[in-house]
C-alpha cells in the first residue's frame, strides 16, 4: 500500500509498494479548494525524464488527502473498511444521518487513496449499483465533508 510517511523536517517521504527508481519526498499544502497538494518535490538519485514521469503525482496527493487532511468531529482516525455500518444506513426512506455521510467521506478518502476508482470501490463493498454510492459522494460534498471533485480524478 502507498503512504506518506512524515518526516521531522515538514517533508513527506512518499513509500509506495511498487517502487521507483529514486526516493521521492513531497512538502504538501492546502490551497483554495480544501484539498491538499503537492507544494515542493525532492527527487534523489538519477533523475530522468522516466523517472520522472513515474512519480505518481495524483496519487501522493490522493494519499495527502486520506491520511492528512482534516477529519470531521467524531470521525475516528483509524483506517476504515469500505463498507458503511449497517446501523447508519438504516433509515434510508427518512434520509440518512450525519454520521453516515461522515463515514462515507472518510472511507472515500481511504479509498481515493488507495484505488484508482473509489467509488466503484465502495459500491461493491455496500453491495449497491455506482451510482447509489455517486450520490452518496456527491451528498458528502455538497455537505462540505469532501473537497469539490475534479473531473477525471479520484479524491
Known amino acids: ?13 512518499w513509500a509506495d509498494a511498487a517502487g521507483l527508481p ?28 522516466e523517472v520522472l514521469r513515474g512519480i505518481p503525482v495524483g496519487r501522493i496527493e490522493a494519499a495527502a488527502n486520506a491520511q492528512l487532511h482534516h477529519r470531521s468531529p467524531g470521525v475516528p482516525s483509524r483506517q476504515p473498511r469500505a463498507r458503511i455500518r449497517a446501523s447508519l444506513r438504516s433509515n ?17 478518502r481511504h479509498l481515493a487513496a488507495t484505488s484508482s476508482r473509489p467509488v466503484v470501490a465502495l459500491a461493491e463493498a455496500n453491495d449497491v449499483p455506482v451510482t447509489t ?19 477525471g480524478k479520484a479524491g
Do not use: I, N
Not at 500500500?1 to 517521504?13: E, H
Not at 490551497?31 to 527527487?43: M, Q, S, Y
Not at 455521510?101 to 472511507?107: D, I, M, R
Open 1 to 13: 500500500m502507498s503512504r506518506l510517511v512524515p518526516l521531522d523536517d515538514g517533508w513527506y517521504a
Open 22 to 49: 529514486a526516493s521521492v519526498r513531497v512538502r504538501v499544502g492546502e490551497t483554495d479548494d480544501g484539498r491538499l497538494h503537492v507544494t515542493a518535490l525532492h527527487v534523489e538519485g538519477t533523475v530522468s525524464a
Open 92 to 108: 434510508a426512506v427518512q434520509g440518512y444521518p450525519d454520521a453516515f455521510y461522515e463515514a462515507v467521506a472518510t472511507t472515500y
Open 133 to 151: 454510492a455517486q450520490r452518496w459522494v456527491k451528498e458528502a460534498r455538497r455537505r462540505e465533508l469532501l473537497a469539490p471533485g475534479r473531473p
